[in-house]
């Protein structure tokens, strides 16, 4: 019951279907009921009939066993819509074979934050402690534009947007900015 039920398990996920302790113990139930429709029963097995009752600590051993865990979902891959990005891969596939555009005319820029001072939110302590003070997240934030062309020989210098135009550290190593990898530029939201 248990192999059959990570396949479902598998294949929800494959779907990006949420699945929560719940749906997971429902399925485990409907899933042992199929099988044990499907087995030929004796007297002794009617009367253990309902013995499986897919309960909190059954789950929580399941999970032991196959390793599944939580995870939160969030970021732009939580709200990504598939099938509209299949559809517009075959969009723009006939859009460049209509105009006779070739790899090296087709480009792809897209931006990513960095909070790069800020701590993970969550800790282990030890069995002892109750509680841990809390803290507040430092919120400093950059952001790196990346473009490159289909063909990939092609790869823009990344434009690196942060909020001091001269950041202190580079005058103190004297970092020269036009000899840095990146195009920087200032905005105090970066």
């Not at 899933?31 to 059954?58: C, H, V």
Request: aromatic fraction near 8%; hydrophobic fraction near 35%; proline fraction near 4%.
């Amino acid at each position: 019951m248990e192999k059959l039920l990570m396949v479902w398990v598998t294949e929800k996920q494959l779907k990006g279907d949420t699945l929560t302790q719940v749906i997971i113990c429902e399925k485990a139930r409907a899933i042992y009921g199929d099988l044990l429709n499907q087995t030929p029963r004796t007297s002794m097995d009617e009367a253990s009939e309902d013995s499986f009752k897919a309960s909190r600590g059954w789950f929580d051993n399941f999970r032991k066993r196959t390793g599944i865990h939580s995870v939160v979902r969030h970021g732009e891959a939580a709200s990504s819509y598939v099938k509209a990005a299949e559809d517009y891969l075959k969009t723009s596939s006939e859009l460049i074979e209509a105009n006779g555009y070739i790899l090296q005319q087709v480009f792809n820029c897209d931006e990513t934050g960095l909070f790069w001072k800020k701590m993970p939110n969550w800790t282990y302590i030890t069995a002892e402690e109750k509680i841990m003070p809390g803290h507040k997240p430092m919120k400093d934030r950059l952001t790196l534009a990346l473009c490159a062309n289909a063909s990939g020989d092609c790869k823009i210098k990344p434009l690196l947007v942060y909020r001091s135009e001269n950041p202190r550290v580079f005058k103190s190593h004297k970092i020269l900015k036009e000899k840095l990898q990146v195009m920087r530029r200032a905005n105090p939201k970066a």
